[in-house]
């Protein structure tokens, strides 16, 4: 009987995971109060990524959600988000032609939309299709050019990814070195970023590659690392293949003792995440502990069950094993009629599983040949036409020639003329974003001194004047009229040092410097709140992870310029002010409910030109909506170097 339970090809999802630090009950809060627009998307998809970990079908509907909205909205970069979301649980349930459809039309979305990141994660998407289909030629394909766009992005976390994968894909073709080499390079990345779903996910699958090089003992320490992480972060899919690796592991060794603990498990977990192909192998591993341990009865009805899953889903190699062991089932019962009919079964459905991944070579050579075919076609079919035309150009090929000569020159120096000119429009747009940045930073710089002298200078002075005053009232005999006069000026001291003091915050924020940049937008939010008829929302996300300090101060800056504005001109009750970061992607919004504004009046004020010119700063995109009566909307969009 053939001993082998098969080993899961476990290709990351095709996604960066949620950072640990946002939790699913203060993402639901912020869905419950979101208004339709882009954020309500990228929330939507957050939550999914959170509960995917657990509830396979959960994180679709989530979504399902976000892709219904993004259409509505024709916000096409949350139509991608779905799609590479949506397909990676369409692998893992083993629903491949389904993933494969919607990908290729994800990839056409991507190329039709030009962003290049974009179609880069379409085509990794698609490579982790093609090696759920073991079509490895084409997984590689399509999954090579992502290497060199990540590694010039300096994007960590998709590289860790973009190697894994690699790995997976080298070893299921048997170039076990190859793989281990990549695994190895994918967790080297995953522990840099202390990311400890990546962590556990590398290593379930290096465990892998330990087993096919036939390093037993090391492909359990290896899984037990990634089991252990797992099980402390709650990411049962992630539980569910390991305990399962961990069975074949035990399987090739012949350990069965221990597979009836780790199969259970798997078993467990398979069922809720709704997992049809774990599921099927952890009920072979049951089946077989069983079979080990004498219990045949239980072994046959456990193999019953599992067979008739395989043949329900079409799961080729777990039929074909399942037949096995039926048929030693049979024998040991001495059913030597039974025997026969499932030995005959368990060698068609190999040769049947053979035959198809011949086939699917066989279609990859075709393809190759056919290609290969019409481009030879093409080279005679061109060729025959040049030498029919030879006569003719002979003779016209005086005049031609002066001809194509004049248009040539004429054409050179309209593309010099046209490339010199792009040229000049780009140093021109980057000495313009130079100058805007540079003035950006002078003002911050002068700022920053400013409030320190303020601060330090001046306010040491009036505090050192208080104090003098102070002593001198203790000395003076005064009458009532004078003391009150004395009292009134020392207040007015008071009132003038708390000014100063209010200037020099509002200059350079102590809070942003010290505690960062989302307690310090709160503190600001709050401030302005208080024994105010207007409410101000703060709903901060992401923003724990430290930015550049020129970035956290513009992004505070444009966000105290817009408040101010708000309340200053708006005359709302409510304002909301939104900042977000999902992995290099940060979003800026600051909306009320007050008169709005006539939009051709807004954009000519200077408050908006400061507004701008820091967004400029940023390489952001500003997008207004204000309509009289209805309040008005600002929303910024703006990658951040996530190395920053």
């Known amino acids: 009987m053939k001993r082998l339970l098969l080993l899961f090809l476990l290709l990351p999802l095709q996604k960066l995971c949620a950072q640990a630090d946002v939790t699913k009950d203060s993402l639901l809060k912020v869905l419950s109060v979101a208004k339709e627009d882009t954020n309500k998307v990228l929330t939507l998809i957050t939550i999914g990524q959170h509960v995917e970990y657990n509830n396979l079908e959960e994180a679709k509907n989530y979504y399902v959600q976000a892709n219904k909205l993004s259409e509505k909205l024709k916000y096409t970069i949350g139509v991608l988000k779905y799609y590479s979301n949506y397909t990676a649980i369409l692998n893992i349930q083993a629903r491949f032609d389904s993933a494969l459809r919607l990908t290729e039309y994800a990839l056409e979305l991507a190329n039709k939309f030009g962003n290049e990141e974009r179609i880069i994660i379409a085509h990794q998407n698609l490579s982790a299709t093609y090696a759920y289909l073991q079509d490895y030629e084409s997984a590689l394909e399509h ?19 973009i190697y894994d994968n690699l790995g997976v894909i080298y070893r299921e073709t048997k170039q076990y070195d190859k793989a281990l080499e990549y695994h190895q390079k994918a967790l080297v990345i995953a522990r840099k970023s202390e990311n400890s779903y990546d962590i556990a996910n590398v290593l379930s699958n290096l465990g ?51 597979l009836y603990y780790y199969c259970t498990e798997g078993l467990r977990l398979a069922e809720k995440l709704g997992d049809n192909l774990t599921m099927v192998n952890n009920i072979y591993g049951l089946a077989l502990h069983a079979f080990y341990s004498k219990d045949f009865k239980g072994s046959e009805a456990l193999a019953n069950t599992g067979f008739a899953m395989t043949k329900q889903r079409n799961y080729a190699e777990p039929s074909q094993l399942f037949a096995d062991l039926l048929s030693e089932l049979a024998l040991v019962k001495g059913d030597l009629k039974n025997y026969d009919y499932y030995n005959r079964l368990s060698i068609e459905l190999s040769e049947k599983f053979f035959s198809e991944r011949m086939q699917r070579n066989v279609q990859t050579l075709d393809k190759k040949f056919e290609t290969t075919k019409k481009e030879q076609q093409l080279k005679l079919q061109q060729a025959t036409i040049r030498q029919k035309g030879t006569l003719n150009y002979i003779l016209i090929g005086s005049i031609a020639a002066l001809l194509l000569i004049s248009l ?26 130079l100058a805007t940045q540079s003035i950006v930073k002078g003002q911050e710089d002068e700022r920053s001194r400013l409030a320190k002298d303020l601060h330090d200078g001046l306010g040491g002075l009036l505090s050192g004047v208080k104090l003098q005053l102070g002593a001198m009232k203790g000395n003076l005999i005064l009458s009532e009229e004078h003391g009150r006069i004395f009292n009134n000026a020392l207040f007015k001291l008071d009132e003038s040092i708390s000014e100063m003091r209010r200037v020099a915050h509002n200059m350079m924020p102590e809070a942003l410097m010290k505690l960062g940049l989302q307690q310090a937008l709160q503190d600001y939010c709050d401030g302005l709140s208080v024994s105010q008829p207007f409410k101000i929302n703060g709903e901060f996300y992401g923003l724990e992870k430290r930015m550049e300090s020129s970035v956290e101060i513009v992004i505070y800056r444009i966000v105290q ?42 954009l000519q004020g200077a408050g908006l030109k400061n507004i701008r010119s820091r967004v400029d700063y940023l390489r952001g995109q500003l997008d207004i909506k204000s309509t009289p009566g209805k309040g008005t909307s600002f929303h910024i969009e703006c990658i951040i170097d996530s190395n920053g």
């Open 561 to 602: 310029e817009l408040l101010n504005n708000a309340i200053k001109h708006s005359g709302a009750q409510t304002i909301l002010a939104q900042v977000m970061r999902n992995d290099n992607s940060l979003s800026i919004t600051v909306e009320d409910n007050g008169k709005g504004f006539d939009k051709a009046t807004l």
């Open 408 to 433: 040539l020159a004429y054409r050179t120096y309209g593309q010099k003329r046209k490339l010199q000119e792009q040229k000049i429009t780009a140093l021109e747009n980057e000495k313009l974003l």
């Open 208 to 258: 892998n590659a330990y087993t096919s090089l036939k390093k037993y003992d090391t492909a359990l320490a290896v899984m037990q690392e990634s089991l252990k992480i797992a099980k402390k972060e709650n990411y049962d899919n992630i539980v569910s293949n390991v305990t399962s690796n961990i069975g074949a592991v035990l399987i090739k060794r012949g350990s069965y003792d221990s």
């Open 143 to 161: 999954l090579l050019p992502s290497v060199a766009y990540f590694e010039k992005t300096n994007n960590d976390a998709r590289l860790s990814l």
